[in-house]
């Protein structure tokens, strides 16, 4: 069983649509990051989350610690937010991160 | 907007040749890391360097790998013998500490070994 897992897998939706994208993990962690990955392959992060939520213009990032999830959403989305995006969780004690297989969002005008 | 510089941004080398990959961290960061990502797969750690010397390594960093950062500046990565599955994307990335801090990934080094 994977770690991280993320859902779905692939995702299309039409500009101005709410998006959200889902992470389960299945270990106890001390951070989880919300990352972008564009088509030429750079990564950037988005959001470090350890409790709770953050919002950042259009996009918030939650997560219940109990329940081992986390969910990104997009508001308004809109072409330029197609992307693949990827869930990582640090470990308590590990310095690494492990990632998830990644979503790809695609947005149509 | 701080920024991590990986060199070179793509290299094609022959099976069996030594290759080095470079990356420039941003300058007030302390930790260090390599993540290699194959075609169509997920992203995959494979070592973290702190205070000049490793501090976590994956299953997959082998004898074959190595890294240093020799003038206090570049943070390398060799790959002694490369095989055919070593073609990934190659990622260095940094952070200021260990947990809790957001991270900088470099645009990453596109590795092909023919």
């Known amino acids: 069983k994977n770690e991280v897992e993320q859902s779905p897998q692939n995702l299309t939706a039409q500009e101005g649509e709410f998006i959200t994208i889902n992470c389960s993990y299945s270990?106890?962690?001390?951070?989880l990051h919300w990352l972008q990955q564009h088509p030429g392959g750079g990564i950037v992060s988005l959001f470090m989350?350890?409790?709770g939520k953050k919002k950042h213009g259009r996009l918030i990032a939650t997560i219940n610690i109990q329940e081992k999830h986390s969910s990104l959403h997009i508001t308004a989305s809109h072409p330029r937010d197609s992307a693949v995006y990827i869930c990582?969780?640090?470990?308590?004690?590990?310095?690494?991160?492990?990632f998830g297989q990644g979503t790809r969002l695609t947005i149509n005008p | 907007e701080p920024e991590v510089t990986q060199t070179p941004s793509h290299q094609v080398t022959q099976m069996g040749q030594e290759v080095i990959l470079r990356c420039v961290p941003i300058s007030n960061h302390l930790y260090f890391y390599w993540y290699r990502q194959i075609l169509g797969q997920k992203v995959e750690f494979l070592v973290s360097f702190y205070n000049n010397e490793i501090s976590e390594k994956s299953e997959i960093f082998d004898d074959q790998f190595s890294v240093e950062r020799p003038d206090g500046s570049n943070f390398t990565l060799k790959i002694r013998s490369t095989k055919l599955e070593d073609s990934a994307m190659y990622f260095c990335a940094t952070t200021t500490g260990s947990s809790g801090n957001t991270i900088y990934f470099g645009e990453g080094s596109w590795l092909t070994v023919v």
């Open positions: 270990v106890g962690i001390s951070a």
């Open positions: 989350l350890s409790s």
């Open positions: 990582a969780v640090r470990s308590h004690g590990a310095q690494k991160l492990v």
